[in-house]
């Protein structure tokens, strides 16, 4: 049974840093493409950024390029995505989602496998 567990959420304010983290659980082998995506109230889920676990090829949207990083450790089972520069339109419930196959994607249709979200909110 594959599960997936968001942590390192919370309130900060605008300019500051936070890492999430992603424990995984049951995911075998490599052949996987993982990704974060957040929710804000009243909006459609929205990619964040992608890599894939065998190489560690990395797929950001614009809006996070040159402040979050996606990157894994693969001893530890767990994707982290680090954030910094943080502004208020940050503010969502962040998803740690894991799909089978190299190809990184940034739809959420190409990921079977999500957490339960982590919240993040940045004060202006």
């Known amino acids: 049974q594959v599960q997936l567990v968001e942590s390192g959420g919370g309130l900060v304010q605008a300019g500051d840093s936070l890492t999430l983290s992603c424990a995984t659980s049951?995911?075998?082998?490599?052949?996987?493409?993982m990704g974060w995506f957040r929710q804000a109230p009243g909006k459609e889920r929205e990619f964040v950024a992608s890599?894939?676990?065998?190489?560690?090829?990395?797929q950001y949207v614009d809006s996070a390029k040159g402040r979050f990083i996606i990157s894994r450790d693969n001893g530890k089972n767990t994707l982290y995505l680090q954030m910094s520069s943080l502004k208020p339109e940050d503010t969502a419930m962040y998803y740690c989602?894991?799909?089978?196959?190299?190809?990184?994607?940034?739809?959420?249709?190409?990921?079977?496998?999500w957490g339960q979200g982590t919240q993040v909110t940045v004060s202006s």
């Open positions: 049951g995911l075998t082998g490599s052949m996987y493409r």
């Open positions: 890599i894939r676990f065998i190489d560690g090829t990395k």
């Open positions: 989602a894991a799909g089978r196959g190299l190809e990184l994607r940034s739809s959420a249709g190409a990921y079977e496998y």
